[in-house]
């Protein structure tokens, strides 16, 4: 049976997969890559939020914003143009949400449940795209890529939430394949 070339599918766990897939070409272990996609997207979530006016972003006293520290972090990973805060476990490096590691577990099981049976064939997609990069372009170019084939859903707050067509013959272009 021949290759899908659409998935239906959320921008959300699209972003994860292949800020995952990203750090994973760049040399992060796999565990460590889902953590970081799923910051990656989280983080762009939060953004896009707040630019829909969905979230407002947190104050201090006095009105001010935050300070991008005290989230839990040891350091900062950037990726996907986003500085990802994160920290030493047990069991490898894992981006932090509120001093809290990221489970890979539970990345792997959203991802299963977004993706469905396409997961694997998705994956390998990305990937062929990833590697088809120098890691230095691959790392300044990756949220550009994902731009380019991300789903396409309506402008603004008709497009929060919303599926759209993931185009994997797009992606297999933009990697030569």
Excluded at 60 to 83: A, D, N, Q, T, V
Excluded at 115 to 126: I, N, P, Q, S
Aim: aromatic share 6%; charged share 30%.
């Amino acid at each position: 049976m021949p290759a899908k070339d659409t998935v239906t599918i959320n921008r959300a766990p699209v972003l994860t997969l292949w800020a995952a897939v990203v750090a994973e070409v760049l040399g992060f272990e796999r565990d460590t890559a889902l953590t970081l996609g799923k910051a990656v997207a989280g983080l762009n979530a939060q953004a896009k939020g707040r630019s829909l006016g969905i979230f407002r972003p947190p104050k201090l006293e006095g009105g001010r914003p935050p300070k991008k520290h005290g989230l839990g972090e040891e350091f900062w990973i950037e990726l996907c143009g986003r500085s990802v805060p994160a920290k030493n476990t047990e069991g490898g490096v894992r981006a932090v949400v509120k001093d809290k590691p990221i489970s890979p577990d539970q990345v792997r099981g959203y991802l299963e449940r977004a993706f469905g049976e396409d997961l694997a064939a998705v994956r390998k997609t990305m990937e062929q795209l990833a590697k088809s990069r120098e890691p230095d372009d691959l790392a300044e170019a990756a949220f550009a890529l994902y731009e380019k084939f991300r789903p396409t859903v309506a402008g603004g707050r008709r497009g929060w939430g919303q599926k759209g067509e993931l185009n994997l013959k797009l992606i297999r272009s933009l990697a030569g394949v």
